[in-house]
């Protein structure tokens, strides 16, 4: 029944590892996003999808690598994970960019994972 | 640029006190698209409401209202009759109609507290 779904909601870690969280959404969308939710609750794109392609990418380190594996998975692979990576990581998606068309469509989000880098 | 300013860091009201949410933002595209969203203490996102640039007549659903104004730049949301359940941290955010990018661009966020 949920929408947009993320898995874990919460990951404690310590740094130098390496970890995934996954999204997955039953809505159909084309779209989907990666946000990231700092300790002052900025919220900041970092990737979006669009059909497994790749749309934008934020100038996020090196570190962070998406991963599509079809339109309805959107995961977030971090490596050498670092205490700056400390946040809570939301995944969005939404029906938008379908053929060209400039149409923003809503986004719905996930409920967010909350990452703790020790 | 674009940019969404929220100045309002927090803001305290009193149940059944009415408050406004101001919203202000920065584009030069002719068509875009605003957005207000709601962070309860749970923490997820809640989708409120979207606005294309084009529509300028003001919205009500039940006790929320935006008013939307172009010549000011401003997307602002009153809450009529504030509940205790208003509570939360409310975003206002942008995103411009263009075919290769859709992200949306937040405000800093507006934290609300309703007391009893």
């Known amino acids: 029944d949920t929408a947009v779904s993320q898995t874990p909601k919460y990951l404690v870690t310590q740094m130098g590892n390496d970890k995934s969280i996954k999204c997955e959404q039953n809505?159909?969308?084309?779209?989907m996003y990666w946000y990231k939710q700092d300790s002052k609750k900025f919220l900041k794109i970092m990737f979006s999808y669009n059909n497994k392609e790749l749309i934008i990418n934020e100038t996020v380190p090196n570190r962070f690598s998406p991963k599509s594996p079809d339109k309805a998975h959107l995961n977030l692979h971090i490596n050498s994970l670092e205490l700056g990576d400390s946040a809570v990581y939301f995944c969005?998606?939404?029906?938008?960019?379908?053929?060209?068309?400039?149409?923003?469509?809503?986004?719905?989000f996930g409920p967010g994972t909350r990452l703790t880098v020790l | 640029a674009q940019k969404v300013t929220q100045a309002q860091t927090e803001i305290s009201v009193v149940e059944k006190e009415d408050v406004t949410l101001d919203c202000v933002y920065e584009?030069?595209?002719?068509?875009?698209?605003l957005f207000w969203y709601k962070q309860p203490p749970s923490g997820e996102l809640v989708f409120l409401i979207r606005?294309?640039?084009?529509?300028?007549q003001n919205e009500i659903s039940g006790r929320y209202s935006w008013n939307f104004q172009k010549s000011t730049s401003s997307f602002n949301f009153t809450i009529t009759a504030s509940q205790v359940v208003d509570s939360a941290v409310y975003f206002c955010a942008l995103s411009e109609a263009n075919w290769d990018t859709d992200k949306l661009i937040f405000g800093t966020g507006t934290r609300l507290q309703v007391f009893p």
């Open positions: 809505l159909g969308h084309d779209t």
């Open positions: 584009t030069r595209d002719t068509t875009y698209y």
């Open positions: 606005r294309n640039s084009f529509d300028e």
């Open positions: 969005a998606s939404s029906q938008a960019l379908a053929g060209g068309q400039y149409n923003t469509d809503t986004q719905y």
